[in-house]
């Protein structure tokens, strides 16, 4: 009997679970961003998507965080969780799942999936010591420490040593499966610098993880014994298949599975790589499940070259980035300036001259002066010319016809910025081109049908433009596509993938002559820099 029953036609994505010891950050807002960019571009591809994102809720570092304002672990979650609802909505983030691991399905679904290891004989009390980060949920070897017995990734935070009894899980078992699956799967992890760190790890000989606890009272208990709480990263990966069920199953792991398993994509930063890389398809492969597809690993963001921490003193809170910005120019910042996969800055300067440049000067600017020109110089408001007679060597529509292959095999391997700086070449291709054609000069020799060329052609790269930056910027790409009067939200994506599906509009050539041009309007407008008094 087939398991899983997936079509090719099935996208299913994850952003990591985030942990709900604090309200958002602004490295949660970049994954969830870039997975809903990879959502929002299948389903212009007319596949079906699911988006999960979520919350992992358990643990010891929740636990203190909730004791620490006197609040019952529940509790504080539940007040927590609707910080980042809030947030996905306000960075307009299309996401079909929201899985909460504190769910009372995920409790069953936890439960069977142990029962299955159990049953592998992959599960076995042993001595846990070692030295336990509580803000990384995780042991760390001696050698990895800083000075101090600080940790590398919390470095202001002291591990603790732990000497008790766990339970184990035999992840060395996995050792040459694992190094199989690496070898004939190499995009299982991407991109390669992080499969090589998989590798270089792996190499020095797998060890059994423990996963579970003792003095912890917040998670599930250990099913064959209850005196034992189940580690918080075990609980937190199976919450990747809780979403997978249709809100009205029943929980078992077979009605989970059944549609969308296995996951084509999971979202993740470098610090959680192991979890994913290893641990993740090791439990998989012990419960007899197929694995993922395929693990994208992006880098640290820091603020003004720095480190971005509390203690640091120098957070970005993505509330008041959206708030005083919009969502289009966040997620457009963060998607085109820095190279998914490796570590970026974040500068408000910076932030600001790129959203003036590309957005309001670049792209906006085009249009509004464009279809100021079609009023002022064409008959009716509108172009008579379609692309037949614009001419194959027209520079625009040289680069227009070969962009939405280019753009689209960017975003089918998550390099936004090569996808957004793509389209900003025929953007300000198009900018010079008007300049050179000076379709004013031409209006005045009585060259109508010149100018009529011109203006198509750059109204025409303009849209195209919009469409492709859809995915990235949906509300500047609506404000386009209505003023070229179409009738498409972005923000619809089942009805934009009928109506404007990717294989029409993303190629140069979809404006007609029939389309009634609307009224200009400013698309983004142009930000102040503050002034620092
Ligand atoms: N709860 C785990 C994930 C479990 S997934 C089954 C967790 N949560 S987290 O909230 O601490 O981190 C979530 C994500 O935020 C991780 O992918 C992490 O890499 C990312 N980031 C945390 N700080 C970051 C930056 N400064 N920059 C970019 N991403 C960062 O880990």
């Known amino acids: 009997m087939n398991l899983v029953d997936k079509t090719n036609k099935k996208f ?47 643990g010891q570092k929740i636990q203190r965080s909730a004791e620490s304002l006197g609040k019952a672990p529940q509790e504080f979650c539940d007040e927590i969780v609707p910080s980042f609802i809030s947030l996905w909505q306000l960075l307009n983030i299309q996401y079909d799942r929201f899985s909460r691991t504190t769910a009372p399905r995920h409790a069953i679904i936890v439960a069977e999936f142990f029962q299955r290891l159990w049953e592998s004989g992959d599960i076995y009390l042993g001595q846990q010591k070692g030295w336990y980060c509580v803000s990384c949920e995780e042991f760390k070897e001696e050698r990895e420490l800083l000075e101090g017995h600080r940790c590398p990734i919390h470095t202001n935070k002291e591990v603790e040593w732990r000497d008790e009894q766990n339970y184990f899980f035999r992840l060395s078992k996995y050792q040459i499966q694992l190094e199989e699956l690496y070898k004939s799967q190499p995009d299982f992890i991407q991109p390669e610098s992080r499969r090589n760190e998989v590798l270089s790890f792996i190499s020095q000989g797998l060890q059994d993880f423990s996963i579970s606890r003792v003095n912890l009272d917040w998670g ?35 009605n989970a599975i059944k549609t969308w398993w296995p996951i084509n994509l999971h979202l993740i930063g470098k610090d959680i790589l192991r979890f994913h890389a290893i641990s993740w398809p090791a439990m998989l492969f012990s419960a007899g499940l197929p694995l993922p597809e395929r693990l994208f690993v992006h880098g640290f963001l820091t603020k003004d070259g720095q480190k971005m921490g509390k203690s640091q003193g120098n957070t970005l809170d993505p509330i008041r980035l959206v708030e005083s910005y919009g969502s289009d120019a966040v997620r457009y910042y963060f998607l085109k300036e820095i190279e998914f996969g490796r570590d970026g800055d974040f500068n408000e300067v910076r932030f600001i001259n790129v959203l003036n440049a590309d957005l309001a000067n670049d792209l906006g600017n085009l249009l509004n002066r464009t279809l100021n020109m079609v009023k002022k110089y064409c008959a ?35 390099a936004f910025n090569q996808a957004c700086e793509a389209t900003l070449m025929l953007v300000r291709t198009s900018n010079k081109f008007i300049d050179e054609q000076a379709p004013w000069s031409l209006y005045k020799q009585g060259k109508q049908q010149e100018v009529e060329t011109v203006l198509y052609a750059v109204l025409e790269s303009v849209r195209l433009a919009a469409y492709l930056l859809s995915p990235v910027i949906p509300n500047i790409s609506n404000a386009i596509y209505q003023q070229l009067g179409f009738g498409i939200d972005f923000n619809d994506q089942i009805n934009t993938a009928m109506l404007a599906p990717f294989a029409t509009h993303a190629q140069w050539g979809i404006l007609s002559s029939e389309q009634s041009l609307g009224k200009p309007q400013p698309v983004f407008k142009r930000i102040e820099i503050p002034k620092n008094d």
């Open 12 to 58: 299913a994505l994850t952003t990591p679970l985030y942990y709900v010891n604090d309200v958002p950050h602004v490295g949660s807002a970049y994954t969830t961003m870039a997975a809903d960019v990879v959502a929002r571009f299948h389903r212009l591809l007319g596949d079906e998507v699911l988006l999960i994102t979520g919350t992992d809720e358990h």
């Open 220 to 254: 599930f208990p250990v099913p064959v014994d209850p005196q034992h709480t189940l580690y918080v990263w075990f609980d937190a990966l199976l919450a990747y298949v809780t979403a997978l069920l249709e809100p009205d199953a029943e929980a078992t792991l077979a």
């Open 380 to 414: 009716d408001d509108g172009l008579t010319i379609t692309k037949e007679g614009i001419n194959n060597e027209n520079p625009l529509k040289v680069i227009g016809l070969g962009l939405g292959d280019k753009v689209k095999q960017a975003y089918q391997t998550l």
